[in-house]
């Protein structure tokens, strides 16, 4: 059973950084897509970015790609999402999420690709 834990979540001002991070285990990772999705209070669930675990390629929701920047520690399991310049409409629980099934060719901004889900961490960010 895959199991994903979500930290590093909290407080921060607009225009600075945080860095959430996931923990993954249950399984071996090589193929699978790991991602973070956000959901702010009263929205849908929004894709912020992928990573292919076996090579690293990232995958970004086109209007996050300057500021978000996802990377992986395979030796630890663990998957990170940096933000940087942050803003108050990035508030929002913050999901990890992961998938085997799927393919390069067909990587989408939808959270529905993803079939297993952590519990989400919580980023305020005030003005």
């Known amino acids: 059973q895959v199991l994903l834990v979500e930290s590093g979540g909290g407080l921060v001002q607009a225009g600075g950084s945080l860095r959430p991070s996931c923990a993954a285990s249950?399984?071996?990772?090589?193929?699978?897509?790991m991602g973070w999705i956000r959901q702010a209070t009263g929205k849908e669930r929004e894709f912020v970015a992928a990573?292919?675990?076996?090579?690293?390629?990232?995958f970004y929701a086109p209007s996050l790609v300057d500021r978000f920047i996802v990377s992986r520690d395979t030796a630890n399991n663990t998957m990170f999402l940096q933000m940087n310049s942050v803003k108050p409409e990035d508030t929002a629980i913050y999901y990890c999420?992961?998938?085997?099934?799927?393919?390069?060719?067909?990587?989408?901004?939808?959270?529905?690709?993803?079939?297993?889900w952590g519990q989400g961490t919580q980023v305020t960010v005030s003005s």
């Open positions: 999420a992961a998938t085997a099934n799927w393919d390069v060719r067909r990587v989408s901004t939808s959270p529905e690709q993803f079939d297993n």
């Open positions: 249950g399984r071996t990772f090589t193929n699978y897509l």
């Open positions: 990573i292919a675990w076996r090579n690293g390629r990232p």
